[in-house]
């Protein structure tokens, strides 16, 4: 009884060991060399399985491997490779016993495969013959799969020579091929900082017809590139390294499109791509919009053109309407070409906000800082909508007439507004300055100096004409002929503009007009006659008249100041007695003989002498010199010095 019970124990142990190593998996590594030996036979591909290899039959039979590496022999250690955390496959009974594998599942965990850059296509080797199967032997291609799942995969694109690596991150796709072999996948990815989304459908081809077409329906949803879901189909023919489609047609957004593409993936990619959109839209940078911002400082933050080196690619688009980030297009044509770095980009009778744009842009990445060279000319464009929608920039409205041509180099925003140089000239027509009055400010300076821009909501200066050409060197632009026409102002002068720092260093000559006929008149212009600073910062610059070694002669400043009071205030306002009609030339004549007055009184009250109630005769000639200290005192008053 005894021994019974014994081998009744030894019994069960077997059966839960049995069944423990049927459900758990019973170590087969064993299996590794074989595996490795078949799949380089077939593939001509060099597989090793580094970790444990397990085989369970419970609840289906399945094969897992672990720490997998596959890679081409001819690569040596390049780093062009693909490695697996872990593979199981899970087959059925029936499959096992036929011969021809029948995977119920493919789970492939950890997936990563780095892929090199190069900078210059290379001639491709003739691929030596992968040697055929020997008789009896199951291909490879007998297996069928029928649902393939990836978590959590990895692509890393690199160049060892530029210490460039970039990731493709967090690859998750599920793949499953239904009863009328077609193919349907879903997956999503992180790449850098913007997530995307795709879904794929597609029969699957005939391994007897190589090169037949296959075709393909494609949507994709990437939110930081894109504004919009874009979903499509097309013929896709696979030849060799080629990939050609055909027939392409589909929608961003509610936007369609149609067209062709080509890319070849041997060696150094070259893509080729036509399309005609009717509405295409494409999300702003994270640079871009801080640069919509007028008032922040340029960004520091490197831009990622490197990337352009190494693929090299053909474009041709058109469309309808053609959105970047908020600036607005219509119609718009776009050839560009990459080749070594190298990208050159044409525009052609491009609408942009009533008027056209013609123009190339040029943007070199071959050497370690990129070159950019822009030329174009704007023709009637409103100026208001593309200020706002490219720079932030919302005061100033009209036709705008432009040439430019201009050069620059650069990581960075700040670095290339800093190397910035070359020519740009700009006509504004018929238009408006928004949030400012230009006269009025004027009219301020006579009683102190203006700290920024004096906005106001309702405030408006009409504009005939607003002109200035700049020659740039090293982010100085330097005018000598800026000319601002309205119906009541003018405004010439010229100065700097730094660009890199954001500053502005003006001198400028105002005139007002007394009526509302405008220039036209020459009578009714008065002078400010005292040349006026626009210094500091170009959002919030201090602006007062430039009044230096003036006080010197105060007989001369007297003069002039008689003279701006002619037409420095407003016609009405108190102290005028002008019994003529028009009385703003001397209201202002007493306004300003008033304040003088004033200052006289105060000054010989200071001096110890009688304060007189009229103002001083300038032209008695016994007292020369009566009024020199109380005119620099007054003077001092009204300026501030």
């Known amino acids: 009884m005894k021994a019974l019970r014994i081998a009744g124990g030894v019994v069960v142990g077997i059966v839960v060991v049995a069944a423990l190593l049927l459900t758990i ?54 780093g062009n490779r693909l490695t697996i955390g872990s593979i199981r496959a899970d087959m059925t009974v029936a499959g096992l016993w036929s011969g021809r594998p029948d995977i119920t599942e493919l ?42 799942t990836v978590s959590d995969g990895t692509v890393t694109l690199f160049n060892t020579h530029d210490h460039v690596e970039d990731h493709i991150e967090g690859i998750s796709v599920r793949a499953a091929v239904g009863a009328d072999r077609h193919l ?46 874009v979903s499509g189909k097309a013929e896709v023919r696979i030849n060799g ?8 047609s589909g929608a961003i957004g509610n936007g369609t499109f149609d067209g062709w593409a080509l890319v070849d993936f041997a060696d150094k990619p070259l893509v080729k791509l036509d399309l005609d959109c009717r509405r295409l839209a494409i999300a702003a940078t994270a640079a871009q919009a801080r640069s919509d911002d007028a008032s922040a400082a340029w960004s520091n933050d490197h831009f990622e053109l490197i990337g352009l080196n190494y693929v090299d690619g053909q474009l041709r688009l058109s469309a309808d309407e053609f959105n970047i980030g908020s600036a607005h297009f219509a119609p718009a044509a776009i050839e560009a070409s990459l080749e070594s770095g190298k990208l050159n980009g044409r525009l052609s009778n491009v609408g942009a906000y009533g008027g056209k744009a013609n123009g190339t842009v040029e943007i070199d990445v071959s050497s370690d800082t990129p070159v950019y060279t822009i030329r174009g000319d704007l023709d009637g464009v409103r100026a208001l909508p593309l200020l706002s929608s490219t720079a932030g920039f919302d005061k100033l409205d009209g036709k705008l007439q432009a040439t430019i041509d201009v050069r620059s180099q650069g990581q960075s925003q700040q670095a290339m507004m800093s190397n910035l140089s070359g020519t740009v000239i700009a006509n504004f027509s018929d238009g408006a300055i928004r949030g400012l009055n230009v006269a009025q400010m004027i009219r301020s300076l006579t009683s102190g100096t203006l700290s920024g821009w004096q906005e106001g909501q309702g405030k408006i200066t009409d504009l005939s004409q607003l002109s200035a050409s700049f020659r740039i060197d090293k982010g100085q632009g330097k005018t000598a002929d800026i000319n601002l026409i309205g119906p009541l102002v003018k ?97 202002l004549g007493a306004a300003i003989g008033n304040l003088i007055e004033q200052g006289l009184k105060a000054s010989e009250g200071r001096n110890g002498t009688p304060n007189n109630p009229s103002a001083p005769d300038q032209n008695d000639p016994a007292k020369p010199d009566q009024n020199s200290r109380p005119m620099n005192d007054i003077m001092r008053q009204l300026f501030g010095r």
């Not at 007394?514 to 626009?534: C, L, Y």
């Not at 003036?550 to 003279?563: C, G, H, S, T, V």
């Open 241 to 248: 390294s080629t990939l050609r489609i055909n027939n392409l």
């Open 491 to 587: 405004v010439t002068g010229g100065g700097t503009v730094d660009l890199g720092a954001q500053t502005l260093a003006l001198h400028v000559e105002p005139k007002l007009a007394m009526t509302t006929e405008g220039q036209g008149r020459k009578s009714d212009q008065v002078a400010f006659g005292i040349p006026v600073v626009v210094d500091g910062p170009w959002t919030n610059p201090r602006i007062y008249p430039d009044i230096s070694g003036i006080l010197d002669d105060p007989d001369a400043a007297y003069a002039r100041l008689k003279q701006l009071g002619k037409g420095l205030f407003a016609p009405g306002e108190p102290g005028s007695d002008n019994t003529a009609g028009d009385n703003s030339l001397d209201n």
């Open 25 to 78: 998996g019973i170590p087969a590594g064993f299996l590794a060399s074989t595996i490795e030996r078949r799949v380089e036979h077939e593939t001509g591909y060099r597989l090793a399985i580094k970790g444990a290899t397990w085989i369970a039959l419970w609840p289906s039979p399945s094969i897992t491997m672990s720490e997998v590496t596959l890679q081409v022999p001819t690569d040596g250690d390049t």
């Open 107 to 148: 789970v492939i965990n950890r997936p990563a495969v780095r892929i090199p850059l190069h900078r210059e296509r290379r001639p491709v080797a003739k691929a030596t013959a992968t040697p055929a199967p020997a008789s009896g032997t199951a291909n490879a291609r007998d297996a069928t799969i029928r649902r393939i």
């Open 184 to 229: 349907s996948l879903d997956g999503n990815a992180r790449a850098g900082s913007h997530p995307l989304t795709f879904n794929l459908t597609a029969p699957l081809p005939d391994s007897s017809q190589p090169g037949q077409a296959i075709p393909v329906q494609l949507s994709l949803e990437a939110p930081g590139l894109l504004q919009a879901p």
